[in-house]
């Protein structure tokens, strides 16, 4: 598995103790930016990461800015990601097993350094359960398919 990982300014510093913790989890990634706290305009980065993962190129994407709302909404707009925010555990496993969701946003200003890490783990440890979700997945693929045109 390879993960493409990005952050703006405020998700920075969160984007590099992720880091270290996928080193630790054995997860390969490789980090698409921003590179400092300067100022930047994150849906730069959640276009970058969620391109990646539409076209194949990583398996999943993690984006990191202050709340982690803002890139979920930027993602979203590249059609085939499905981005969640998540902040707890919980949120995080339904997010892959229910939505399949392909990307995850945290929120730097809000999760604590040790729910990160239980985060990461359900995120990872979790896979799409199909079934009666799997029909609605498709729902949203027809919903990108449609807008397309």
């Given amino acids: 598995m390879k993960i493409a990982l990005g952050a703006d300014h405020a998700g920075y510093e969160e984007k590099e103790k992720l880091?270290?913790?996928?080193?630790?989890?054995?997860?390969?990634?490789?980090?698409?930016?921003?590179?400092?706290t300067e100022s930047v305009d994150y849906p730069d980065y959640a276009k970058k990461v969620?391109?990646?993962?539409?076209?194949?190129?990583?398996?999943?994407?993690?984006?990191?800015?202050?709340?982690?709302?803002?890139?979920?909404?930027?993602?979203?707009?590249?059609?085939?990601?499905?981005?969640?925010?998540?902040?707890?555990?919980?949120?995080?496993?339904?997010?892959?097993?229910?939505?399949?969701?392909?990307?995850?946003?945290?929120?730097?200003?809000?999760?604590?350094?040790?729910e990160q890490k239980k985060i990461l783990a359900a995120w990872f440890g979790a896979k799409f359960e199909g079934g009666r979700h799997e029909r609605r997945v498709e729902k949203i693929e027809k919903i990108e398919e449609e807008e397309r045109g």
């Fill in 19 to 36: 880091k270290a913790k996928l080193d630790e989890m054995g997860i390969a990634y490789e980090d698409m930016g921003t590179d400092s």
């Fill in 50 to 114: 969620g391109e990646a993962v539409s076209k194949g190129e990583f398996d999943q994407g993690i984006l990191v800015c202050g709340s982690g709302t803002g890139m979920a909404i930027a993602a979203n707009k590249v059609p085939g990601v499905r981005a969640a925010v998540a902040w707890n555990e919980e949120i995080a496993r339904l997010a892959r097993e229910h939505n399949d969701a392909n990307v995850l946003s945290l929120a730097a200003r809000y999760i604590p350094d040790e």
